[in-house]
């Protein structure tokens, strides 16, 4: 069994100044990450209005699996042009972790 996570840290728009502006942007990103069968959440910068961090994981029986699901979810976040990926940040754990 493998497991991976990644952390992407997002700038949102400069018109995300209330709490309720912020979570029109993550929410949507974090429902289309639970397309592909991981567990997503907003993990972090949580009073911050103009940054976010949301976690992935994902759970596998082969490292590749765990990696092109990690793949695709970069490219879905990346690709979200109200938003800029400043940073993704990866961990792989595998049976021997």
């Known amino acids: ?39 997503a959440a907003e993990v972090g910068a949580l009073d911050l209005h103009g940054r976010a961090q949301i976690g992935v994981a994902v759970v596998a029986a082969e490292p590749a699996h765990v990696r092109e699901v990690l793949d695709s979810c970069e490219r879905l976040v990346a690709d979200r042009p109200e938003v800029e990926l400043l940073s993704a940040r990866r961990r792989l754990h595998g049976e021997d972790d």
């Open 1 to 39: 069994m493998f497991t991976g996570t990644v952390v992407f840290d997002l700038l949102l728009p400069g018109d995300s100044r209330s709490l309720k502006a912020k979570r029109s942007y993550v929410r949507p990103i974090v429902a289309a990450l639970r397309r592909f069968e991981v567990s």
